[in-house]
């Protein structure tokens, strides 16, 4: 039995605790939040479908549950050639395998105060429930949506999550019977924001668009936010009272301290087993690693998942003597359910297609009962389904 300490309690976390336990390693996991944020699920928080508490697991119970140790502090360092972390409460050294789970940093355009993001802090879905209701009380306003890019990483882009607030809220002022009064409008700097999709699936997206009386604006960069309004670099702007804007992911601020190896975009550098480049006892999953694959490849939960699994699985194989054997490359795709708040879309991508397929109404509800599988499989209170 190994002492394994990991570093995160997102997604990717705990499903690496989860799955050590499970080999009977002693784990021990840190994590800067009391709870696990279900991010997926936190799409409906804007408006009003879901609260906070509907979104988080207590991961004290989660630990209790499982079996593993749970430490609410705060990496402050990592130093990873020497098997030691730094942490608010002290410095942990004694443990023979260490898990990197921390997620990433955001990029941080100019005037970033005044825009809330769907992946970022999740106070912020709160703050857009809030700011959302204002505008629905004042019966008119002017919505902006957008995601950013990271030219160095194009795997850290979170699109899929703003087009489902995006609809989501299309939607909620439709059933209020006010959508007529407030502009809708999406942006981006790419050109083809989605392209990972696939070209049939932008296809569809530009219809579903052109029905919902979306505007578009892309293809341009973002040169600066303000309160009222987005300024681009060819001088244009977009007039808003809400922005909501989730900036490409880039390296997180631990790792300005640590002695990781990081790519050009700030990320850690593994293998496809996971383990980080020069160090044969230290593994980054999640958002933390550099992501390897095809051009459209994107860094989504499911794959996190995976890695978590996968990096359990090879801990127990060095135990044991032998190499680390478990690849996260074979699981490379796109796979999500976009809700719409009246339906939903299944996008799946991998080498060989690229699937878009509308699923009006059921598609809102399966997406709603895979929240609901989440937390109740989490919890061990039903079983879990192989792969999920």
Known sequence: MAKVLVLGGGISGLEAAIFLRKDHHDVTLISNREYLYIYPTSIWIPTGESDFNDVTLSLSKLSSIHGFRFIKDEVKEIKA????????????????????????????????????????????????????????????????????GNPKDTSAVRGGPVFEVMFNIHNYLKKLGIRESFELTFFAPMEKPGAKMGEKALVMMDKFFNRLDIRKKVGTKIREFKEDRVLFEDGSELMSDLTIFTPAGSKHPIFEKSDLPLSDAGFVVVDEFCVVEGMDRVFAIGDSALLNGPSWRAKQGHVA???????????????????????????????????????????????????????????????????LYYKLSKQNKIPRIPGL
């Open 81 to 148: 050639k020497e098997m030691r972390v730094v942490t608010n409460g002290g410095e942990y050294g004694d443990f023979d395998y260490l898990v990197i789970a921390l997620g990433q940093g955001k990029q941080k355009p100019k005037g970033s105060e005044y825009f809330l993001s769907i992946c970022g802090d999740p106070q912020e879905a709160t703050k857009m429930r809030e700011r959302l209701n204002v505008l629905v009380s004042r019966r008119e306003g002017k919505i902006t949506f957008g995601f950013g």
């Open 305 to 371: 998942e995976v890695m978590a699994r996968n990096v359990a699985a090879n801990i127990t194989y060095m135990e044991q003597g032998r190499k680390a054997q478990k690849s996260y490359l074979d699981h490379i795709n796109i796979l999500c359910v976009m809700d719409t708040g009246d339906g939903a879309a299944m996008v799946y991508r991998d080498d060989k297609r690229a699937v878009m397929l509308p699923m009006p109404i059921v598609g809102h509800w399966l997406k709603k009962g895979w929240g």
